[in-house]
């Protein structure tokens, strides 16, 4: 038996989910919120969550990895009546299992409940990942348990990798550890930094020359592509390798074979390709910069880094790691940070990411030479000058702030909310500031869904409140208007019970 949590505000779903899976012989656990379910997967053994998106204390979506990676590492399946494509590509990429529209029809959420539950099974059956060496990869925070997870299953295998993320996140050393933890720890682990590449010796550096292959060639050279026989190829920012070079190395990577420039023979090199980059590729390739076959030889497994701004629960466990090391690289004895300094690092939004943060932590030994603690005092001027920019600002830094939201509903019928205005300039970001602004997307979802709140207010008024005319003149299903009266917790239909909206919509 299997312990099954349904977390949803609407208690008419949560009994008729609850009783499916007491038909299918598990356990349900029931939480109508966001905490009750963080508190309920903290103590309690789960297998599965079943978890909506629009929640009263929370998206459900910026939650899932936070449930993910709680003690029992559940698996996650969404079932929502707020579908939309972009949370889907979210909710995947962050680890759940499906994405459910609602009204879903009882055999597809019996079949998703039982592929999932059958999944977990065999995952668990299955041979356990070893530890990992992880060098100076630190963090426990559900983002970083989310990539260690991704790490071991590269190190346990020859597949091609691709990490992705911003600088400073750690992409080469991500590499180093999947190195290192693998079958190939005692060959080469061979860097390419492609950004650093010459583009008129591009490829005598990777595949190498013969004696006078070209002016200047006076010796023989083993390319890069040689040198890492048997061991690791790490290219890193493979986005900057010249599209001329492109064609090249895929026929390289598919037969592990090459020809140095003014040599009549191929030769073999048996290297395992590990790649890193901070750019979009599926951009490039749409914009014809990058080949679109290499990308996907690229990505045989991908790791994703998170900034450092969305793993802040690592900060403290990151900032005593770090500190301790450069102690020890100088000479110092062990430093600590002083109270309220560990608060005033989170408080910042790390553009640099950790390679950002190590540096000030550096900096700060530095200004605290014969001294203990590290106080705020002996962080960089730079940094709290930026944290005390955005304090006088009335903004914490590294948030983002939000587009308003609309009025609450009156009871009854109420009249439409005006229509959306654009910011004043007083209102408008310091462009020295881009976290003051909201991003486009956010931005128009905003206006749209004051739009969609406005044309359901019009609708109650040209329908009378009936709900059958309503349907009609929006085009929708019951199911669907009841899905985006509650988008915008309007209540101005009279309620039905469940089984009439499943037949409905049957």
Known sequence: MSVILIVDDDPLIRETLAALVAKLGHQALLAPDLAQ????????????????????????????????WSPSEPEIIILTG?????????AINNGAWDYLEKPASTQEIKL?????LEFRRQRRAGRSLPALDRRDLVGSSPAMRACLEVTAQAAASLANVLITGETGTGKELVAWVIHDNGPRRAHPFVVVDCGCLPENLVESLLFGHERGAFT????????????ADGGTLFLDEVGELPPSVQKSFLRCLQEKRFRPLG????????????????????RMVAEGTFRQDLMFRLKSLVIELPPLRERLDDLGELAAHHLERICQRAGLPPKCLAPGVLETLGRYHWPGNVR???NVLESAVGAAAGQEEISVFHLPAYFRAKLARRAVGGKSAGASPGVSAPPPPQAGLAA???APTPPSRQEAADPADPGGLPSLKDFKESLANQAERQYLYSLVRYSGGDIHSACQMAGVSRGHLYALLKKHNLTLF??????DLSAEDA
């Open 37 to 68: 379910a963080q508190a309920l997967a903290a103590e309690c053994p789960l297998d599965l969550v079943l978890l909506d998106v629009q929640l009263p204390d929370g998206s459900g979506l910026e939650s899932l990895p936070a449930l993910k």
């Open 82 to 90: 707020h579908g939309d494509p972009d949370g889907a590509e979210l």
């Open 112 to 116: 998703t409940l039982q592929q999932a």
């Open 216 to 227: 200047g060639a006076n010796l023989p050279q083993e390319g890069l592509l040689g040198q």
């Open 263 to 282: 040599s009549r023979r191929e030769q073999q090199s048996d290297f395992r390709l590990i790649a890193a980059t901070n750019r979009d590729l599926e």
């Open 356 to 358: 950002e943060l190590v």
């Open 416 to 418: 439409a909310p005006a």
């Open 494 to 499: 009279k309620q039905v019970s469940l089984q």
